[in-house]
């Protein structure tokens, strides 16, 4: 099983005992949508965790369906486990495509440059896997030489002559390895989509300490 989250970063710090507090007090806020009238968003599960507060957020989207004569609109119902704390966002069953951020942002009542995804660079990638790697499974570089765009290596690459040829020539986009933190358990960090991946059965605890743990005195 696999399972990865991306993070975001408010300009301003999260206080999480007020922001369970506005939670918790059957929040909803709904967008006006000209065929479906309105779409609302709200939240389940809310719970404290550790260093914050928890919850699934269920928000409406607009599709479209066919029927005989044209199309009909559709309201469909989308979810998202977010972790809140003081400093950071996560998003734990992230789909980018989703929207999720935008009713973050209102729950928050951030604008759109108030609250930016932390951004994962070519250097971070080598920085994680020399940290926290036991062995490096993958590699993907961009520009790895001057006659190449991409390339990816697979296998025991840590001790490879062209990996690191790549990394001193290239961009790594991204990194699949073995986890001394979590005892040999793969991880996968991606510059491209700036998120951490973790195969097998990671709590979510793990995964946000894996990001303050490991990765953010890297970022």
């Known amino acids: 099983?696999?399972?990865?989250?991306?993070?975001?970063?408010?300009?301003?710090?999260?206080?999480?005992?007020?922001?369970?507090?506005?939670?918790?007090?059957?929040?909803?806020?709904?967008?006006?949508?000209?065929?479906?009238?309105?779409?609302?968003?709200?939240?389940?599960?809310?719970?404290?965790?550790?260093?914050?507060?928890?919850?699934?957020?269920?928000?409406?989207?607009?599709?479209?369906?066919?029927?005989?004569?044209g199309t009909e609109p559709v309201r469909n119902l989308s979810t998202a486990q977010v972790r809140f704390t003081s400093d950071y966002v996560f998003f734990l069953d992230y789909n980018r495509r989703s929207f999720v951020e935008r009713e973050v942002r209102k729950i928050l009542d951030l604008d759109t440059?108030?609250?930016?995804?932390?951004?994962?660079?070519?250097?971070?990638?080598?920085d994680v896997t020399e940290e926290d790697s036991d062995t490096i499974e993958e590699g993907y570089w961009n520009n790895p030489t001057d006659h190449t765009t991409t390339a990816s290596l697979y296998g025991d690459i840590d001790d490879s002559s062209l990996a690191a040829r790549f990394n001193q020539n290239g961009q790594p986009t991204y990194a699949k390895f073995e986890s001394e933190h979590f005892d040999g358990s793969e991880v996968g960090v991606?510059?491209?989509?700036s998120s951490i991946a973790f195969w097998g059965d990671r709590s979510r605890d793990e995964q946000v300490n894996y990001f303050y743990n490991i990765v953010e005195p890297l970022v």
């Open 113 to 126: 440059d108030e609250f930016n995804q932390v951004r994962f660079s070519s250097g971070l990638v080598i």
């Open 1 to 69: 099983m696999v399972s990865s989250i991306v993070i975001y970063e408010p300009d301003d710090s999260i206080d999480t005992s007020d922001l369970y507090n506005k939670l918790n007090s059957s929040y909803e806020h709904e967008r006006p949508h000209q065929e479906l009238d309105t779409l609302k968003t709200d939240i389940s599960s809310l719970a404290h965790v550790s260093r914050g507060v928890e919850c699934r957020v269920r928000y409406d989207t607009a599709d479209s369906v066919r029927v005989r004569g």
């Open 190 to 193: 991606s510059a491209n989509k």
